[in-house]
């Protein structure tokens, strides 16, 4: 199983509600990472989980959540989120944490829409 | 300004040309990676490279250090090549800096 995924494809929330991104993958990597990419623009880093620790916040608001569950499992909690948090979410992972002797794999994202 | 150019930023060409497309970077690095993107999101991972040249099919990637600078290429381009192409480079360990990308059509 060479591949990450992530669930929902799609996801539309008000303002006022919460909910949560999943991604998961099966290579027995030890590095994921969360992205968010707006329209035209590269990808932005989010969050790094090193070995199922948090390693790398991006100074992200606190309205984004991150969590490490366990090694295949990376989720991302969403609450009082505003319009502009609309965009792309993708989340990859890399064999090890060091990306200068591994590649990343990308899910296809979680295509998000706050209202 | 982005610390990872691209050029060009926009490309078209005909099925069968020869595509190249450029990344320069403005400080030493430890790896460089290129990724092709699709209308519709996901990434894929093309080359990690540090040194050298690597050739994935009809795909191509070089990298000199000392310019700073590396080059992917695309022989006998297809209309399913058409996607965005980005160059990430790798300081340290922890993280990738982004080029703006290179948005490529390739027409039958």
């Known amino acids: 199983d060479t591949e990450v995924t992530q669930t929902p494809k799609h996801l539309v929330m008000g303002m006022t509600n919460k909910k949560s991104l999943k991604c998961e993958q099966h290579?027995?990597?030890?590095?994921m990472y969360w992205y968010k990419q707006k329209a035209k623009k590269p990808p932005e880093l989010m969050f790094v989980?090193?070995?199922?620790?948090?390693?790398i916040n991006e100074s992200v608001p606190s309205r984004f959540s991150p969590e490490c569950p366990n090694s295949s499992l990376l989720n991302l909690h969403l609450h009082a989120l505003q319009p502009e948090d609309s965009a792309l979410y993708l989340c990859a992972s890399s064999q090890v944490p060091s990306l200068t002797s591994s590649e990343q794999f990308f899910g296809p994202g979680t295509r998000l829409t706050v209202l | 300004k982005n610390e990872v150019e691209q050029s060009p930023q926009n490309l078209t060409a005909q099925e069968g040309e020869f595509i190249t497309i450029n990344c320069s970077y403005s400080v030493g690095i430890s790896a460089l990676h290129w990724l092709q993107q699709h209308p519709g999101g996901g990434i894929v991972s093309l080359f990690m490279l540090s040194s050298g040249k690597k050739k994935h099919g009809r795909l191509i990637a070089t990298i000199n250090i000392q310019e700073k600078h590396s080059s992917l290429h695309i022989t006998a381009s297809h209309p399913r090549d058409s996607a965005v192409y980005i160059c990430?480079?790798?300081?340290?360990?922890?993280?990738?800096?982004f080029g703006t990308g290179t948005r490529l059509q390739v027409f039958p």
């Open positions: 990430a480079v790798a300081y340290n360990t922890d993280k990738l800096i």
């Open positions: 989980y090193s070995y199922e620790k948090l390693s």
């Open positions: 290579m027995g990597h030890r590095a």
